[in-house]
């Protein structure tokens, strides 16, 4: 697609409630990247993708936080037992890189998935 | 990777240029600065990268001291739209895809 896509754009759960957000990434990026945003707050990492699998899961806060890649392109980033504190915009992006030392690696970000739990 | 100190908020007329600071004085010789920018409501975007020498697209200009210890991000002629929280990004060129760390960046407000 034209750019990265997430959904749903806002959810409210109760605390306690499994939740999903799902990220469409650009068509052909090979890396994707979960982030999450507090209010005031720079974007906080949570775990990339290289392909189908997590090449660097350690921003995931604890193991109630999951992502997956199957297909190497679709990402689903679930939570779950939600907390209060989980309230937040999560992002996700993806990139092109390929690999090797010659360039940089450019990000582009949706816009977000703003989970509130009440 | 390194990390980046910037002042966290910074005032611009409409029309004169936008100098945003970045000291990262602690960079390695392989490490890229990064430019991205967050409008309110929206994901970060992505304005400008450069590993030593000064850079310009059509967004803006870097420009990167000779020791490399600290950069300004410069928009010519700043509007109302470039509102905006500004992030440096510094980060090692590793081989691969890895991540960018975000702090917490400069809050630029443009005003009439």
């Known amino acids: 697609g034209a750019g990265v896509s997430q959904t749903p754009s806002n959810k409210v759960t109760e605390k306690g409630k499994y939740v999903e957000l799902r990220c469409d990434p650009i068509s052909g990026h090979t890396a994707l990247y979960w982030y999450r945003q507090s209010l005031g707050q720079g974007p906080e990492f949570l775990i990339y993708?290289?392909?189908?699998?997590?090449?660097?899961d350690s921003g995931l806060p604890n193991d109630r936080f999951f992502a997956v890649r199957p297909e190497g392109s679709v990402s689903t980033l679930k939570i779950q037992r939600t907390e209060r504190g989980d309230s937040a915009v999560y992002l996700c992006a993806s990139s092109s890189f390929l690999g090797g030392y010659s360039g940089a690696n450019v990000l582009t970000f949706g816009a977000g998935s703003r989970l509130t739990v009440l | 990777d390194a990390k980046t100190t910037q002042p966290p908020s910074m005032d611009c007329a409409e029309g004169r240029a936008a100098n945003l600071p970045c000291n990262h004085s602690?960079?390695?010789?392989?490490?890229?600065v990064y430019w991205y920018r967050q409008i309110h409501s929206q994901g970060p975007q992505y304005i400008i990268h450069g590993l030593k020498n000064n850079e310009t697209n059509e967004m803006a200009s870097l420009i990167i001291t000779e020791d490399r210890k600290s950069s300004t991000l410069i928009l010519p002629h700043a509007t109302l739209r470039d509102t905006a929280v500004y992030y440096c990004i510094v980060r090692g060129n590793t081989g691969t895809a890895s991540k960018l760390t975000f702090g917490t960046g400069t809050r630029l407000q443009v005003t009439l």
């Open positions: 993708f290289q392909g189908t699998g997590a090449a660097d």
């Open positions: 602690t960079i390695s010789g392989n490490e890229y």
